[in-house]
């Protein structure tokens, strides 16, 4: 499993990751399936990056509680 990474996964990589998954679920699934897959959560997490980043709302990880600051409401409740 040294050959995986997560950006671009060796032909080997690959092999591996899809046969185990295979294997260990009873399945016939391609590597075209972790690949969307793959590309969806990036897509997410970018969204996610950018909304973090731009909007001033926060979250803390170890509750999972949303914080947003007094001064973001009232912007929002003025608007």
Do not use: C, Q
């Not at 990751?17 to 997410?44: C, Q, R």
């Amino acid at each position: 499993m040294n050959n995986y990474t997560l950006k671009n996964p060796t032909a080997v990589g690959r092999e591996y990751m899809v046969e185990k998954f295979n294997h260990a679920f009873n399945m016939n699934i391609s590597y075209g399936f972790f690949k969307n897959k793959l590309d969806e959560f990036k897509k997410s997490y970018n969204r996610w990056k950018t909304l973090m980043n731009s909007t001033g709302i926060s979250v803390d990880f170890d509750t999972s509680m949303i914080y947003a600051s007094d001064t973001w409401w009232k912007e929002r409740e003025s608007g």
